[in-house]
């Protein structure tokens, strides 16, 4: 049996192998080191410690480099070329990009709750709330609370748990949620785990969407919606839905929130007070994001509960929902951050200004304009045109069909092969009858091959 030492060394030399970074199930095969998971998780924490090694990402989507090699910090340098930052969210970036023992360690400031009126202060401009009306509006808006978003719920239940899992370092495709959710096929070559969040994200959906007007910013909403979407996640079976009993850190932070249950307790009841007086349904949204996380109220799961409770105030009043597409994870991670150890919203307020926008898009029945072509689908348009006509027409099933398109992506720049897996993939679940020619698919090709991916 290798001593500490030795084990310590055969991960160093592992990760220099990784140029664009290391899961910890890569660095275990490539050691060749007949070590617990738990254990190799404790190597690493030391290596990262003594600065030997950096991690991005957080539970299984974490990545590992070793320090020798400068990787890209893709985030930073191309966050404005994903959305677009204000100078003072480039400077909360560039506070929480420094290492962590070059940051101050920060409490919970209850002021930056207290001191927020609703309807009197606002995270959210005139000229930005404006903005978010015209692009969230649908033609429902005189129907019931709930009419719209139960009129898109298979497409956004596959959306929403995907994204929302995503953010968390979930590693299915958004193939694999769409098998998951609509045909009970977990992948194979994932872990019981990523599918328990996507079908724990499928339940807490349906129960925000499909319940009746007791849904809201109450005890009764939020505490079962972290019951949902907690539940089989946590070593504690008890603390689904129930209020935290005791510290918690936050990883890559130097935040520490509150530990007393008491002071949980009236904090948080403060957040659902203050949440259901606000009457701007996307002002009311962002609090949410920014309050909940914040207080981290719960064991965990709090930025997932976040990001779902976000889509009450949309649900009631039957605008776009808010699904997270497109958005990049480290940016939103830092966003949070820098609410944590800064007490700033800016980088936040922008990823989730961009987000909606992106997911108003694709949900809104009347558009108000059709907007600039996506540059990324204009320059792969030939490759997901070949791709997805070769799909359909050989009728092959959602498993062959992500196989092949994974290994189309891995032809391409690594930088491009994520986007251009879910490009192709949105488009598939996109197909219908009244669009499929543009594929030069015949009309039989298609039926052939929808009667195989609608097959339950």
Do not use: C
């Amino acid at each position: 049996m290798q001593d500490i030492k030795s084990q310590l060394e055969a991960i160093k030399k592992a990760l220099l192998q990784f140029t664009n970074g290391a899961t910890i199930e890569d660095i275990r095969s490539a050691t060749g080191l007949k070590i617990e998971l738990r254990t190799m998780q404790r190597r690493l924490v030391a290596l990262e410690e003594n600065g030997v090694i950096t991690s991005t990402g957080k539970t299984r989507g974490r990545l590992y480099f070793h320090s020798q090699i400068k990787k890209k910090p893709a985030t930073q340098e191309s966050a404005s070329d994903i959305l677009p930052l204000s100078s003072e969210s480039k400077n909360i970036l560039a506070h929480v990009s420094r290492p962590i023992q070059k940051r101050n360690p920060v409490s919970y400031n209850r002021e930056f709750l207290e001191q927020y009126r609703p309807n009197k202060d606002s995270y959210l401009t005139e000229e930005e709330l404006d903005r978010l009306a015209s692009i969230g509006k649908t033609n429902k808006p005189e129907q019931p609370a709930g009419t719209y978003a139960k009129e898109v719920l298979n497409r956004l239940l596959i959306d929403l748990s995907w994204n929302s899992s995503r953010l968390e370092g979930n590693t299915y495709s958004l193939l694999d949620t769409q098998r998951l959710i609509s045909f009970g096929e977990a992948a194979n070559d994932k872990s019981d785990t990523d599918a328990q969040m996507i079908l724990n994200h499928k339940d807490a959906i349906e129960f925000l969407v499909q319940s009746d007007e007791n849904i809201g910013f109450n005890r009764y909403t939020i505490l079962n919606l972290h019951a949902l979407l907690s539940n089989n996640l946590l070593p504690d079976p008890a603390a689904s839905g129930r209020l935290r009993t005791h510290g918690v850190g936050i990883h890559q932070s130097v935040y520490e929130p509150l530990a007393v249950l008491q002071q949980i307790e009236e904090f948080f009841e403060l957040i659902l007070d203050k949440a259901t007086k606000i009457k701007n349904p996307f002002e009311q949204a962002f609090f949410i994001m920014v309050q909940l996380p914040y207080l981290q109220p719960f064991d965990d799961v709090n930025k997932r509960v976040s990001r779902l409770a976000a889509n009450i105030s949309f649900n009631r009043h039957n605008l776009a929902p808010l699904s997270f597409i497109d958005v990049p994870g480290d940016l939103y991670i830092q966003g949070m951050i820098g609410i944590y150890e800064l007490g700033r919203i800016d980088l936040l307020k922008d990823v989730f200004l961009w987000a909606y926008e992106r997911s108003a898009s694709r949900y809104a029945a009347v558009r108000q304009s059709l907007g600039e072509p996506d540059p990324f689908r204009l320059k792969y348009r030939e490759q997901m045109r070949a791709l997805i006509a070769d799909i359909v027409s050989s009728a092959q099933p959602p498993k062959e069909a992500s196989a092949k398109i994974r290994m189309a992506a891995g032809e391409l720049p690594q930088s491009d092969q994520a986007k251009f897996t879910e490009a192709v993939e949105t488009e598939l679940l996109s197909l219908h009858e009244g669009n499929f020619a543009r594929y030069r698919i015949t009309p039989t090709e298609f039926k052939k091959w929808s009667a195989i991916w609608q097959k339950k």
